[in-house]
């Protein structure tokens, strides 16, 4: 601080950063780099030629070809976390914590706020200014009127608790930008489908019942409940795509939407995700409505005219290449625990 002047920290908004851009070979912290998402986004910068370092709670499941630090960014306190970020001395902080699976509302604000808050504040502490690529969601705006897009500046009123976390996270990092505390784009990204989509996901849940009845000739019984929602889904590669421009775009207090651009409906997502199977199916709908899925008429379609404009981005792959990938991997994965050798640990 300089005569009660916050110093701006980095290019001023709309200005893009100097230097080599994405393709330099400077060190990525990938926070929640181990998650559906951060994986992706890990690979996204190493094909750029860029070092990565991976930031998690705890190591890995599965071996990642990175540095992994174990590091609880939420129970930290914030001096140690500067010193521990300055130590790794990164020019991109990508902070992808925060998952929807496998949360209650109860524990929501703990694993999607609090990290968030936390490393803004150790971000100020640091010695150089790294710039902060946040993984918002959509879900923040809360229910959208069908027919419409949303995006940027667009009134969030989210109704789940996730929503609202998320919420708390993204705008405590456009204040921060604005201030000039930090050098951050948020990005809010729709519905993500492609390989490594979790196990507990709605397409997770078809593969499980799939893959029951895979090789027997006998027709798979798909219980869902009822799919009337519209949402727009991306491919998880090219949100990663969308992460790395973002790395070198030019700072925003507005949010960037990241999806396709258009509502789909759920059914159709289920549809083609059978189709690429190959497994005969039959989908019966519960009577009963469930909220994630859509109980009422439930719509979502990002307006992605700002990520063109400010990250030269746009999605690349069809729902159909995504789903039929997400297959693959699942029917890969599955063969995988079932063969005797690796069942018996040989």
Known sequence: MVNGQVPMRGPRLGEPRSGEGPDAHGRVLVLGGAGYVGRHVCAAFAARGREVVVVGRRPPEEPMPY??????????DTGTLAGVLDAERPDTVVNAI???WGRTDAQMWSATAVPTLRLLDALTLMSASPRLVHLGSVLEYGPVPPGTSVGGGATARPDTAYGRSKLAASEAVLRSTS???????????????GPGTPRISLLGQVA??????????TEAVVELSRLRAHRDYVDVRDVAAAVVSAADAPIAVEPVGIGRGEAVPVRELVDLFIEASGIPARVVERPAP????GGREDWLRVDITPARTLLGWEPHRSLKESVRDCWQEMARAHRFRTTPSNRSGG
Do not use: K, P, Q, Y
């Open 67 to 76: 540095r992994c630090v174990t590091l609880d960014v939420a129970g930290t």
């Open 98 to 100: 925060g998952s929807i």
């Open 179 to 193: 201030d000039g505390l930090v050098e951050g784009v948020v990005l809010r990204v729709s519905n993500v489908s």
């Open 208 to 217: 499980e019942r799939l893959l029951m009845t895979a090789g027997t000739g």
């Open 290 to 293: 469930g909220r994630e899925f």
